[in-house]
């Protein structure tokens, strides 16, 4: 069959289209990591360091299992930390139902204000989610370029104080009792309530300890979805000493549905900074 006589004419129109749409595809993620640049800066920027040291003598009234976590994680003299960079692997589900997608992670966080920006790329999209300012907010990005969702309101201010809250076993000294933060004791040895108000908000979860005194599970109520509120469970694992600061760099999260733990992400870090505040 011979070649139709007007095909060799299409070959540089379609060669034109995906050219314009692979810059387009570059131009979109350029603006979108310029964005994340400037939301890193703002957000360190707006830390407040401070000049407290921890004091073990402070831990005095704090719950028993709460105490022995403090002393296991944090020396004494610690420097309160500010902030902090990390970057991870591991393995995520956009549905419960669905197989794991490899995903690669970057995540800034500051104590004071609570606040984070975190960004994971897959092969199929992009994902990011912030708390600044009392407000959440999750987008995502098909290919890192094109807009796929964005979620915002009430249920993401309360999900992602949750999760800064949670991740804070990365920033210990952000745990430490203060006017927005307690720990109330719970009916066993190895648990203890925590809760925290910021912006109006306010968050708790059920925090478990094994018996070498590290945080290894919370548990809470979040909403999944816009509507539905469901138990929640983060798990820490494969604690080392990074920095001084005993940390977990292992970390698992989790949704309960009937009873049954579904696990949707699992991350491992690769890497943690407490004194390079800007973008990888």
Not at 41 to 67: D, H, I, K, M, T
Not at 72 to 82: A, D, I, K, M, T
Not at 163 to 187: D, K, M, S, Y
Not at 223 to 240: E, K, N
């Amino acid at each position: 069959m011979l070649p139709h006589p007007r095909f060799p004419r299409l070959i540089p129109l379609l060669a034109s289209v995906g050219l314009a749409t692979a810059a387009g595809l570059w131009w979109s993620r350029y603006q979108a990591h310029r964005q994340l640049r400037r939301k890193v800066a703002q957000l360190f920027a707006q830390a407040e360091p401070s000049p407290e040291v921890y004091v073990e003598a402070r831990l005095a009234g704090l719950p028993a299992p709460v105490q022995r976590y403090f002393r296991h994680v944090l020396r004494e003299g610690q420097p309160y930390l500010s902030g902090l960079r990390l970057r991870h692997t591991g393995q995520f589900k956009t549905d419960l139902k669905k197989d794991w997608l490899s995903i690669e992670g970057e995540q800034y966080s500051t104590a004071n204000p609570p606040g984070f920006i975190w960004q994971g790329t897959t092969r199929l999209f992009t994902a990011q989610d912030e708390y600044l300012d009392g407000h959440g907010r999750l987008a995502v990005r098909l290919l890192g370029a094109i807009p796929l969702m964005q979620g915002e309101g009430i249920r993401y201010d309360q999900g992602e104080l949750l999760r800064w809250l949670g991740e804070c076993v990365w920033l210990p000294t952000a745990l430490l009792p203060a006017p927005h933060l307690r720990w109330t004791a719970a009916p066993d040895d190895h648990s203890a309530h925590l809760t925290l108000t910021h912006h109006g908000q306010t968050v708790s979860y059920l925090v478990r300890f094994n018996e070498q005194d590290g945080m290894v599970q919370c548990e809470t109520q979040r909403y999944q979805g816009d509507t539905t509120l469901l138990p929640w469970v983060g798990r820490f694992s494969r604690y080392r000493v990074l920095h001084g600061v005993r940390v977990p760099t292992r970390l698992e999260a989790s949704w309960v549905v009937d009873g049954q733990r579904l696990p949707y992400a699992r991350f491992r870090v690769l890497e943690l900074a407490y004194h390079e505040l800007h973008l990888f």
